[in-house]
């Protein structure tokens, strides 16, 4: 007896099958951050070189060190975790130098930063960026230690 549906070809049940993202984003987030998380997944994907190619800014720049580009592979992944939306989901680990360059490779520059004390150990910078493009914006928290913030200064002037 034979079948009369069509044989798919060993190659085409193989390769894999695109999958949506497996986390939906949280209520209450902002649409600018869900474009955040778009382009981290893109950035995870590949390589730092091959992103900029890619980009209409060119970023990240070559320029930076790898240990910078590590850093900002750890905040896109945070990104796509939907870290730094929230005050009680900020990012951390990232420092104040890599959270600009996480900012600079996303197209955002700070226009306003607060700074407050979360506890004895770390701030809490409350960064309210602007897309470079279109001029969105949106707010970002970064818990930084005290010792790196003491170390590194506040960072850029917005």
Known sequence: MSSSAPRESPARRSRPKAEPSPTLPPDGIPSIY??????????LKTSPARYRKRDFFAMPSRDWPPELLSLVRKGMEQIVRFQGWKRDNAFTGLGIEAFYALAETLHFHAVKVRTRDLDAATFLDEMRLEHL?????????????????????????P
Request: proline share 6%; glycine share 8%.
């Open 34 to 43: 869900v474009y955040l998380h778009a382009k981290a997944e893109i950035y």
């Open 133 to 157: 493009v279109d001029g969105r914006s949106l707010i970002l928290f970064n818990a930084v230690l005290k010792r790196s913030w003491e170390e590194a200064g506040p960072g850029p002037s």
